[in-house]
């Protein structure tokens, strides 16, 4: 599986951004997959993860802001991030694998490049 991440930029604080995170291959479906984000100097750390059923993981810091979706048709999985604010900046990653190792270890058995959102005060 080969993920491309896309859709970074700068904003303003207050704004509103959607990342997307294509992936090739047929077993899309069957992956959990997530979005991971470091900021310099920090640990990469999970925003936001979605399983194969359509369950939600956030972290507690863009809970009520963004919103995670997937599109198995498309083979895509998406991340909405609304009321952006400075602290938000980081590298955005997506990864796929399985459930538990995934979203409570950090550990996909596939990573996207990375996607940077700059967020200005």
């Known amino acids: 599986v080969q993920l491309q991440a896309s859709g970074g930029g700068l904003v303003q604080a207050g704004g509103s951004l959607r990342l997307s995170c294509a992936a090739s291959?047929?077993?899309?479906?069957?992956?959990?997959m997530g979005w991971f984000r470091q900021a310099p100097g920090k640990k990469r750390e999970l925003v936001a993860g979605?399983?194969?059923?359509?369950?939600?993981k956030y972290a507690d810091s863009v809970k009520g802001r963004f919103a995670i979706s997937r599109d198995n048709a498309k083979n895509t999985v998406y991340l909405q991030m609304n009321s952006l604010k400075p602290e938000d900046t980081a590298v955005y990653y997506c990864?796929?694998?399985?459930?538990?190792?995934?979203?409570?270890?950090?550990?996909?058995?596939?990573w996207g490049q990375g996607t940077l959102v700059t967020v200005s005060s």
């Open positions: 990864a796929a694998g399985s459930a538990m190792p995934l979203l409570y270890s950090r550990r996909g058995d596939y």
């Open positions: 979605i399983t194969s059923g359509g369950d939600t």
């Open positions: 291959g047929r077993t899309f479906s069957s992956y959990t």
